[in-house]
C-alpha cells in the first residue's frame, strides 16, 4: 500500500529535550516536506527536500532542523524544542512539487 | 508573500444539496491547484488536482479553475453528512517548489 508514515504519532516531552520525528515514503518520491498546522493559522511549511541531500526551508524554519540522506525518509529534528512548537505536525512526499502531494497521519506534539 | 484566500464558514448545507467552495490565490504564475478534505485532527486528504482553466469532475465532485480571475472552486453534488470536514486549497508557488495552503472552509452537511 502506497503511504506516508510518520512516528511517533504522540508526543509529550519537556522544553529543551531533543526529539526527533520519522517520516518515511514508499511511493520512490523525490519531493517531501514537512508542514505544522496551528489553529487559525492554517497548514505551514516548515522544511522541503527536493531530493537526497536536497533541502530547504519553508516558511517558518526556525528552531528546526530537517535531514534526507536517503530517498525514502525525511526526519524532523527538534533540538531545543520550546512550547510554541507545540503543534500538529505532517509529513507529506509528492513525485514533483507542483504535482499531488500525500500526506502522513500526523504527529501531535505537546511541550511543556 | 502568496496568498490563498478561503472563506472560513462554516458552510452549512442540507442533505442532498450542492456544496460550493471557493478559493482565490494571489499569484499569476500558478500552475497547480488541489482541493483536500481534512476531517477533524486527522491528515488533508487529497479529493482534487486541477491544472487548467475548466472543469474537472470527478464522481461528486467538480473542480473549475478560471485563471484570469484567479479563482478556482470545488462543487459538491449531492452533499452527505460524511462530507463535513473543513476543505483546503493548496496552490503552488512558482519558482520555490512549495505550496501555500488557504486556511480552509468548514462545511457541516445537516440530515
Known amino acids: 500500500e502506497a503511504q506516508v508514515t510518520q512516528n511517533p504519532r504522540y508526543l509529550i516531552t519537556v522544553t529543551g529535550k531533543k526529539l526527533t520525528v520519522t517520516c518515511s515514503q514508499n511511493?520512490?518520491?523525490?519531493?517531501m516536506s514537512w508542514y505544522r498546522q496551528d489553529p487559525g493559522l492554517g497548514l505551514r511549511q516548515i522544511y522541503y527536500?527536493?531530493?537526497?541531500?536536497?533541502?530547504d526551508k519553508g516558511d517558518v524554519p526556525e528552531g528546526y532542523k530537517v535531514s534526507r540522506k536517503e530517498k525514502r525518509n525525511f526526519p524532523l529534528i527538534l533540538e531545543s524544542p520550546s512550547p510554541n512548537q507545540t503543534s500538529l505536525y505532517f509529513c507529506?512526499?509528492?513525485?514533483?512539487?507542483?504535482?499531488?502531494?500525500?500526506f502522513g497521519p500526523g504527529t501531535r506534539l505537546t511541550v511543556t | 508573500q502568496k496568498e490563498v484566500e478561503q472563506n472560513s464558514g462554516p458552510l452549512s448545507v442540507p442533505e442532498g444539496a450542492i456544496a460550493s467552495l471557493n478559493c482565490t490565490y494571489s499569484?499569476?504564475?500558478?500552475?497547480?491547484f488541489f482541493w483536500y478534505r481534512q476531517y477533524s485532527g486527522k491528515s488533508p486528504e487529497l479529493i482534487m488536482s486541477?491544472?487548467?482553466?475548466g472543469d474537472k469532475e470527478d464522481g461528486r465532485f467538480t473542480a473549475q479553475l478560471n485563471k484570469a480571475s484567479q479563482y478556482v472552486s470545488l462543487l459538491i453534488r449531492d452533499s452527505q453528512p460524511s462530507d463535513s470536514a473543513t476543505y483546503l486549497c493548496?496552490?503552488?508557488?512558482?519558482?520555490?517548489?512549495?505550496?501555500?495552503f488557504g486556511k480552509g472552509t468548514m462545511l457541516l452537511v445537516s440530515p
Open positions: 507529506a512526499s509528492s513525485w514533483r512539487p507542483k504535482y499531488e502531494q500525500y
Open positions: 511511493m520512490n518520491h523525490e519531493y
Open positions: 527536500s527536493m531530493n537526497v541531500e536536497v533541502t
Open positions: 499569484d499569476r504564475g500558478s500552475q497547480s
Open positions: 486541477i491544472y487548467s482553466n
Open positions: 493548496a496552490v503552488n508557488n512558482p519558482g520555490y517548489s512549495t505550496l501555500t
